[in-house]
Nanobody
């Protein structure tokens, strides 16, 4: 059983930055991807960003493109989400997830097998 542990959330003012980390207890898969999703109060969970393990291919929600950067460390089995120019609408619980599938839609939560417990990000105006 693979465990994903997120860290790095917190309270920040609008325009500020946070860096989220997701550490996997073991190498999840040789293929597939790691993703970040978020869920704000009263809203459905939405895709934020994803990165393929086997390449540097990345995916972003249009609303965060240019502000957020996803990266991975294959030695440490860790994925990062650097969040800059944060806005109040970025406030949510952020979840890390692992997908074992190859060539699927990595923006869809149904394609992810393992999930972390979530970390709260709050952006004040």
């Amino acid at each position: 059983q693979v465990q994903l542990v997120e860290s790095g959330g917190g309270l920040v003012q609008a325009g500020g930055s946070l860096r989220l980390s997701c550490a996997a207890s073991a190498r999840t898969f040789n293929s597939g991807a790691m993703g970040w999703f978020r869920q704000a109060p009263g809203k459905a969970r939405e895709f934020v960003s994803a990165i393929r393990w086997s390449s540097t291919t990345t995916y972003y929600l249009p609303a965060v493109s240019g502000r957020f950067t996803i990266s991975r460390d294959t030695v440490k089995n860790t994925v990062y989400l650097q969040m800059n120019s944060l806005r109040p609408e970025d406030t949510a619980v952020y979840y890390c997830a692992a997908s074992s599938a190859y060539g699927v839609d990595y923006t869809a939560s149904r394609n992810y097998v393992y999930w972390g417990q979530g970390t709260q990000v709050t952006v004040s105006s």
